[in-house]
């Protein structure tokens, strides 16, 4: 039997994950018309609080540049603001402001509201498939 990349696992999991990925990118596009870059930093923010740009390239899978720029898209249209770090002046610090965390209240319901829609499409194997990648993902950072 000849290799199939159609049936090669890590070929489908990227595949997959770049589909969602758009079908989602849409959404916020649409709402706030952002970038995934744009949203991955949102999001982290929204999380994390105040960070690094070093802390976010870390946590959502992209270089340091499309993070840069990102951030400053952000800060021109008033959803982010830049400082710099306390205690190591080569760093550049984010955190949302009033405005970019209103945004967030708004895009993290369309992100719950997306998430529910594609479990309720996966189905009864939805607990499994969400267990098989954390376990990737926990094996990926060992």
């Known amino acids: 039997m000849s290799f199939q990349l159609d049936d090669f696992l890590p070929y489908q999991l ?3 994950a770049s589909l969602v990925s758009r079908r989602f990118a849409a959404r916020y596009a649409d709402e ?5 870059p744009e949203w991955r930093v949102l999001a982290h ?3 994390s609080g105040t960070v690094s740009v070093r802390d976010i390239h870390s946590r959502v899978n992209l270089d340091k540049s499309m993070i840069s720029r990102a951030a400053s898209r952000l800060q021109e249209a008033g959803l982010v603001r830049k400082s710099g770090h306390e205690t190591d002046r080569r760093l550049i610090v984010l955190e949302l402001t009033e405005e970019g965390q209103r945004l967030m209240q708004r895009l993290g319901r369309i992100a719950e509201d997306f998430q529910a829609e594609l479990l309720a499409e996966i189905g009864e194997d939805a607990a499994a498939l969400k267990r098989a990648v954390a376990r990737i993902a926990e094996r990926a950072t060992e």
Request: no cysteine; glycine share 10%.
């Open 32 to 36: 706030a018309g952002l970038t995934v």
């Open 45 to 47: 923010l929204n999380h």
């Open 14 to 16: 990227a595949v997959a």
